[in-house]
């Protein structure tokens, strides 16, 4: 909620606040999903 706030202050509209966030996206089994995985966040 906080985060759809800011975006919300920055000029984003059409937000939503998913309850159990990213996870439960995850779990719905709705959504084609890969394992991608940012190389910036990859420790050396």
Same mark, same amino acid.
Request: glycine fraction near 10%; hydrophobic fraction near 35%; aromatic fraction near 12%.
């Given at each position: ?9 920055? &000029?984003?509209?059409? $937000?939503? %606040? ?7 996206? !995850?779990?719905? &089994?709705?959504?084609? $999903?890969? %394992? ?7 420790? !050396?």
């Amino acid at each position: 909620m906080i985060f759809t706030s800011i975006l919300r202050a920055r &000029g984003y509209d059409n $937000l939503i %606040d998913i309850k159990g966030g990213y996870n439960a996206i !995850k779990n719905s &089994g709705k959504f084609d $999903l890969t %394992d991608y995985v940012c190389p910036s966040t990859l420790t !050396k």
